[in-house]
């Protein structure tokens, strides 16, 4: 399966991709693991994307174009479930022209659905300190005018799975892996 998790913040993207994950065996790959490992490590391309990342400044597609498409080179897994990326429909395009490229294509983009007061709420009871509400109100905006087109991009390809993800973790899980079949 190659497929992408796409939601708001606070959707539980991250959740539900390692109960996926479990379930199916399938690796999941973490646009913020992957950005995170790099910086760690001190790579090419982690130390360019900690400069931006340092001033709390998105880091720029071209990077996290160049880490995905390194850790898919670099593992050639048979499948993958992408986990904050593509972030917009520019890096959808280019994830898409890499893929043909492989002979490869996406197969299924589970797009979760929350309320925005529902999303606030989790957010704001994960207790993190840049969590505030001003600041998840701000990211809710960046995510609609960024990510959001993203589902009609792949709803047009006919590859979208639109789950409610409101629920316990395990309903929620039931309901994504009901989508794929």
């Known amino acids: 399966m190659r497929a992408v998790l796409l939601g708001p913040p606070g ?3 991250g959740t539900q991709a390692a109960l996926i994950q479990e379930r199916i065996h399938v690796p999941h790959i973490s646009t ?3 950005l995170r490992r790099a910086v760690a490590e001190r790579t090419p391309l982690g130390l360019q994307a900690k400069d931006f990342m340092d001033r709390g400044e998105l880091v720029p597609d071209a990077l996290v174009v160049g880490l995905i498409e390194e850790r898919l080179t670099k593992d050639r897994p048979s499948g993958f479930l992408l986990d904050g990326f593509p972030r917009n429909v520019a890096q959808a395009q280019t994830l898409e022209t890499w893929l043909s490229a492989e002979g490869l294509e996406l197969e299924h983009v589970i797009c ?4 925005r007061e529902e999303l606030v709420k989790r957010m704001l009871g994960r207790g993190r300190t840049d969590d505030n509400e001003e600041t998840i109100r701000s990211r809710l905006i960046v995510y609609e005018e960024e990510t959001a087109p993203l589902c009609e991009f792949y ?3 006919g ?3 639109e789950v ?3 629920g ?3 309903a929620i899980l ?3 892996l009901e989508s794929l079949r």
């Open 11 to 13: 959707a539980g993207k």
């Open 32 to 34: 913020g693991d992957l």
């Open 112 to 115: 979760l659905s929350v309320r």
């Open 155 to 157: 709803r047009q390809r």
């Open 159 to 161: 590859i979208l799975r």
């Open 164 to 166: 409610e993800g409101t």
């Open 168 to 170: 316990s973790r395990e």
């Open 174 to 176: 039931e309901k994504i």
